[in-house]
């Protein structure tokens, strides 16, 4: 369907004047749906954690997420039939979330964080890095996201992702690598080309604390009397 | 000055993000304490008495907000907020990464202070590898009988869910984050009723965030007035501040409330590279109103920056020095604002959108000095009218910026006008911008 924005009035009146509520879909009935096992029992799995299963909406669609590469029309029915709500409740949630794609999107998702201090420290340039070595659009990049045409990149400029302690910064198929520049880009990009792993030696998860290891010289014993401040 | 560490303690030791770490360190002793010596008023009290304030931004007394619950048999919740979003914070990523039990203990210890019996951790979706290690973490804590049915052979019920979001600031929100947790769009609800009243599935609620939880054990196991022995009359313990931006030595720090914030800055994070100086700092994120150099000898408490027309917030300082531009940091700013505006109330949803617009005329030259006062009004004309403080995070800290650096955006809209006339490149602006409504 056209977005409605480019509709003409006429076209806009015809269109509210066929949505009537009696025509909505329901929920869709699950034995008429080929629902992947795999995902049918993730989303159940989910079901079961919480004392309501609408909690279980958001892990519904990281599960269709993981499972079709966004989620699809046809995975929101899959899913919306095994939660047991109308395929209409699930889109609405889908697409209130920036990290839920609602259209295809390229297969490694780039987030490059824009935000204050990662832009003070060079990310527009890390994301035009990252575009230019993606074959990604950088105007649409710093926008909606834009994937690479060959299917393989999804680049996007992201606000924060709460790493600011290695700004400029990167999430590379849900991991954290910075501080980056735009050699990194392009290594990063060759590597997931290669099926490597990205830039191990940038990854967050190695970064010890700012502080050191121990500066704790001031450690003080339960009950010790208050020193003069 | 060194740093003050408790809730960082031995942090980078490889073994603290396992059980078995955790516990040869003294870890789950306050829990056995909590469910063996103490009544749940005690702990209540307890926390009250200490003065832990809570980490979030909003810096209320995690006690009293706990003494709100009502008492009785009703299904009760606790909800962690890990969903660290604000702009320059990111102490929480470092203390769930690394030391995962401090906060399962902490969660298990308020469950019990409030009488919950489900507790969740509702961590952003961005912090995936995060939240992996707090699942294999919560695991282990099932595994040990500290979490489930019946922990430690108490007869007393806590589970533990860590909840993925999947990318929308507004989620830190308290209520915006009980209707994410609910499945639903993550909108702000009006308040009152407060969710200790009426929160989660619309049972009473406690919601703190993850440091405030992970002070929990530490006050269990040391007392009360050994809390208050650090920080400051009324801001007590340590606080693990974010530093980030144009600094050398960007990180988490874990101070003693009420240190000169020019020690943070300088003596910790270094200070901005050799020869350029401070222009202007958020104290607590980017949603307080900046401070300039002058304040640099602030105590870093909550009431000391409250005095000076800010806020400590989620205690995340960012500094912008001399090179950088103030109308395009309040652009950068009021962008994400934009961005993140859920949309549901038109004071946000428009002020964050025409704030935005304008400022990126004045970058591009294209406004005139009235309109910085049309900028200043709008902010005016935000603050306390929106369904939450999202619309107000944006507001302080824009408004401050014109305020206090109003010769430079006039200077800023000349030398753009002189510098170009009449043939301006178009602004990626004038293209609509995504918000949290729309997807990625």
């Given at each position: 369907?056209?977005?409605?924005?480019?509709?003409?009035a006429?076209?806009?009146r015809e269109?509210i004047?066929?949505?009537?509520p009696?025509d909505?879909?329901?929920v869709?009935?699950?034995?008429?749906?080929?629902?992947?096992d795999?995902?049918?029992?993730?989303?159940?799995?989910?079901m079961?954690?919480?004392?309501q299963l609408r909690?279980?909406?958001?892990?519904?669609?990281?599960?269709?997420?993981?499972?079709y590469?966004?989620?699809s029309?046809?995975?929101?029915?899959?899913?919306?039939?095994?939660m047991?709500?109308?395929?209409?409740?699930l889109?609405?949630?889908a697409?209130f979330y920036?990290?839920?794609?609602t259209s295809?999107?390229?297969?490694?998702?780039?987030?490059?964080?824009?935000?204050?201090?990662?832009w003070?420290?060079?990310?527009?340039?890390l994301?035009?890095?990252?575009?230019?070595?993606a074959g990604?659009?950088?105007?649409?990049?710093?926008?909606?996201?834009?994937?690479?045409?060959?299917?393989?990149f999804f680049?996007?400029?992201?606000?924060?992702?709460?790493?600011?302690?290695?700004a400029?910064?990167?999430?590379?198929?849900?991991?954290y690598?910075?501080?980056?520049?735009?050699?990194?880009?392009?290594?990063?990009?060759?590597?997931?080309?290669?099926?490597d792993?990205?830039?191990?030696?940038?990854?967050l998860?190695?970064r010890?604390?700012?502080?050191?290891?121990d500066p704790?010289?001031?450690?003080r014993a339960?009950?010790a009397?208050?020193?003069?401040? | 000055?060194?740093?003050?560490?408790?809730?960082?303690r031995?942090i980078?030791a490889?073994s603290?993000a396992?059980?078995?770490?955790?516990r040869?360190?003294?870890?789950?002793g306050a829990?056995?304490r909590a469910?063996?010596?103490?009544?749940p008023?005690?702990?209540?009290?307890?926390?009250?008495?200490?003065?832990l304030?809570?980490?979030g931004?909003?810096g209320?007394?995690?006690g009293k907000?706990?003494?709100?619950?009502?008492?009785?048999?009703?299904e009760?919740?606790?909800?962690?907020n890990?969903?660290?979003?604000e702009?320059?914070?990111?102490k929480?990523?470092?203390?769930?990464?690394?030391?995962?039990?401090?906060?399962?203990e902490?969660?298990?210890?308020?469950s019990l202070?409030?009488g919950a019996?489900?507790a969740?951790?509702f961590i952003?979706?961005?912090?995936w590898?995060?939240?992996?290690?707090?699942?294999?973490?919560?695991a282990?804590?099932?595994a040990?009988?500290?979490?489930?049915?019946?922990?430690?052979?108490?007869?007393v019920?806590?589970?533990?869910?860590?909840?993925r979001?999947?990318?929308?600031y507004?989620?830190?929100?308290e209520?915006?984050?009980?209707?994410?947790?609910e499945?639903?769009?993550?909108n702000?609800?009006?308040?009152?009723?407060?969710?200790?009243?009426?929160?989660?599935y619309g049972?009473?609620?406690l919601i703190?965030?993850?440091?405030?939880?992970?002070?929990v054990?530490?006050?269990?196991?040391?007392?009360?007035?050994w809390f208050?022995?650090?920080?400051?009359?009324?801001?007590?313990?340590?606080k693990?501040?974010?530093?980030?931006?144009?600094?050398?030595?960007?990180?988490?720090?874990?101070i003693?409330?009420?240190?000169p914030s020019?020690?943070?800055?300088?003596?910790l994070?270094?200070?901005?590279?050799?020869?350029?100086?401070?222009?202007?700092?958020?104290p607590?994120?980017?949603?307080?109103?900046v401070?300039t150099?002058?304040d640099?000898?602030?105590?870093?408490?909550?009431?000391?920056?409250a005095k000076?027309?800010?806020?400590?917030?989620?205690?995340?300082i960012?500094?912008?020095?001399?090179?950088?531009?103030i109308?395009?940091l309040a652009l950068?700013?009021?962008?994400f604002?934009?961005?993140?505006?859920?949309?549901?109330?038109t004071?946000?949803?428009e002020g964050?959108?025409?704030?935005?617009?304008?400022?990126?005329?004045?970058v591009?030259?294209?406004?005139?000095p009235?309109?910085?006062?049309?900028?200043?009004?709008?902010?005016?004309k935000?603050?306390g009218?929106?369904l939450?403080?999202?619309?107000?995070?944006m507001?302080?800290p824009?408004?401050?910026?014109?305020a206090k650096?109003?010769d430079?955006?006039?200077?800023?809209i000349?030398?753009?006008r002189?510098?170009?006339?009449g043939?301006?490149?178009?602004?990626?602006?004038?293209?609509p911008?995504?918000t949290?409504?729309?997807?990625?």
């Amino acid at each position: 369907m056209r977005p409605t924005d480019e509709l003409s009035a006429a076209e806009r009146r015809e269109l509210i004047a066929s949505m009537r509520p009696e025509d909505a879909e329901g929920v869709p009935a699950l034995a008429e749906l080929d629902v992947p096992d795999e995902l049918r029992e993730q989303i159940e799995t989910a079901m079961a954690r919480y004392p309501q299963l609408r909690s279980a909406a958001i892990p519904a669609l990281w599960a269709v997420q993981r499972h079709y590469g966004w989620c699809s029309p046809e995975g929101l029915r899959q899913a919306a039939a095994v939660m047991g709500v109308t395929p209409a409740y699930l889109e609405a949630v889908a697409t209130f979330y920036d990290l839920i794609a609602t259209s295809p999107i390229g297969r490694h998702r780039i987030l490059v964080c824009h935000n204050i201090s990662c832009w003070m420290n060079g990310a527009d340039e890390l994301l035009g890095a990252f575009c230019d070595a993606a074959g990604a659009d950088r105007d649409d990049a710093d926008h909606h996201g834009a994937s690479s045409a060959d299917g393989e990149f999804f680049v996007k400029g992201f606000e924060c992702l709460g790493a600011c302690d290695i700004a400029p910064m990167a999430s590379i198929d849900q991991r954290y690598y910075g501080p980056l520049d735009a050699a990194d880009a392009l290594a990063a990009i060759e590597a997931l080309r290669d099926g490597d792993e990205p830039l191990p030696d940038k990854a967050l998860a190695l970064r010890p604390a700012a502080g050191g290891p121990d500066p704790s010289a001031t450690e003080r014993a339960p009950n010790a009397e208050r020193p003069d401040a | 000055m060194p740093e003050t560490r408790v809730l960082f303690r031995d942090i980078d030791a490889p073994s603290l993000a396992t059980i078995e770490g955790y516990r040869d360190r003294g870890g789950y002793g306050a829990l056995k304490r909590a469910l063996h010596e103490l009544e749940p008023d005690e702990l209540l009290s307890s926390l009250e008495d200490s003065g832990l304030r809570g980490r979030g931004g909003a810096g209320f007394s995690m006690g009293k907000k706990g003494s709100f619950l009502p008492r009785g048999e009703m299904e009760k919740y606790l909800c962690c907020n890990a969903d660290e979003s604000e702009p320059g914070a990111f102490k929480d990523r470092e203390l769930m990464q690394k030391n995962p039990h401090q906060l399962i203990e902490g969660c298990a210890i308020a469950s019990l202070a409030v009488g919950a019996t489900y507790a969740f951790v509702f961590i952003r979706g961005e912090y995936w590898e995060i939240a992996d290690i707090l699942d294999r973490a919560v695991a282990e804590a099932y595994a040990a009988g500290y979490l489930g049915a019946d922990i430690l052979d108490t007869g007393v019920r806590v589970e533990l869910i860590v909840h993925r979001g999947a990318g929308a600031y507004i989620c830190g929100e308290e209520t915006a984050l009980l209707d994410a947790l609910e499945g639903k769009r993550g909108n702000p609800r009006l308040k009152p009723p407060f969710p200790a009243i009426q929160g989660l599935y619309g049972g009473p609620t406690l919601i703190n965030n993850v440091e405030t939880l992970s002070n929990v054990p530490h006050i269990v196991n040391n007392g009360a007035d050994w809390f208050k022995s650090f920080g400051s009359e009324q801001s007590t313990g340590t606080k693990v501040v974010s530093v980030s931006g144009c600094v050398q030595r960007p990180g988490n720090y874990e101070i003693e409330l009420g240190i000169p914030s020019r020690e943070i800055i300088y003596g910790l994070a270094g200070g901005p590279p050799e020869g350029r100086r401070v222009k202007a700092w958020f104290p607590g994120g980017s949603s307080a109103p900046v401070l300039t150099e002058a304040d640099l000898d602030l105590p870093y408490t909550f009431e000391d920056l409250a005095k000076a027309g800010s806020m400590l917030g989620s205690g995340s300082i960012i500094v912008a020095d001399d090179t950088i531009s103030i109308p395009k940091l309040a652009l950068r700013t009021a962008r994400f604002y934009h961005h993140e505006s859920c949309g549901k109330c038109t004071p946000c949803r428009e002020g964050t959108n025409w704030t935005t617009k304008m400022l990126d005329r004045v970058v591009r030259g294209e406004a005139t000095p009235m309109d910085l006062d049309i900028i200043a009004g709008v902010q005016e004309k935000i603050i306390g009218h929106c369904l939450c403080v999202l619309g107000d995070s944006m507001a302080m800290p824009v408004g401050s910026m014109v305020a206090k650096f109003r010769d430079e955006f006039e200077a800023t809209i000349e030398a753009a006008r002189q510098a170009r006339p009449g043939e301006l490149e178009q602004s990626p602006l004038d293209r609509p911008l995504t918000t949290g409504a729309q997807a990625a």
